[in-house]
């Protein structure tokens, strides 16, 4: 698997990809096991054959292959674990990154709401004030009706009255 692939993987498929490893080395763990059991029983088998020097130049190749494979599955598993780690962490910069531009787009959005608002505000009050100047007029307009009309009475009642 390519490092491409690998960081396409999400983080699901990684935890999948490490749980196949970690079964594949139980499983060469226990082919190790098994393999030991077999050379104990080739070791007794030499033994009672012969040779020591001779049981351990055929044998030699066996514990060379056992070895390399461990190292091999070590040397594997390390670098998928740094893989991995590598892949969190840029999701988790990725992660964050969005938060931020997310915040910043809320801030926006929330700054312009409440200019809105305060222009509508703004705007509803200079029209409250302009019916309560027209209302006072209006109601100036009257009083100053009644007054004439008052003033008017007042004459007409002054002039009719026996003296």
Request: aromatic share 6%.
């Amino acid at each position: 698997m390519t490092d491409q692939e690998m960081r396409k993987l999400s983080r699901q498929d990684l935890l999948e990809l490490l749980l196949a490893l970690r079964q594949e080395r139980d499983a060469l763990q226990e082919e190790l096991e098994q393999t030991k059991a077999a050379l104990q029983d080739r070791m007794l088998k030499i033994n009672e054959a012969g040779s020591i020097a001779e049981a351990t130049l055929r044998l030699s190749g066996v514990f060379e292959a056992a070895q390399f494979a461990a190292e091999q599955y070590l040397v594997n598993i390390r670098a998928l674990s740094e893989r991995q780690r590598d892949i969190c962490a840029q999701e988790e910069a990725k992660a964050r990154a969005m938060i931020e531009q997310q915040l910043k787009t809320a801030a926006q959005t929330a700054q312009k709401m409440e200019e809105t608002s305060r222009q509508k505000c703004q705007a509803m009050e200079a029209e409250a004030k302009q019916r309560a100047e027209a209302y006072w007029q209006d109601a100036i307009a009257r009083l100053q009706d009644f007054y004439k009309q008052y003033t008017g009475l007042k004459e007409l009642f002054s002039t009719g009255e026996p003296k």
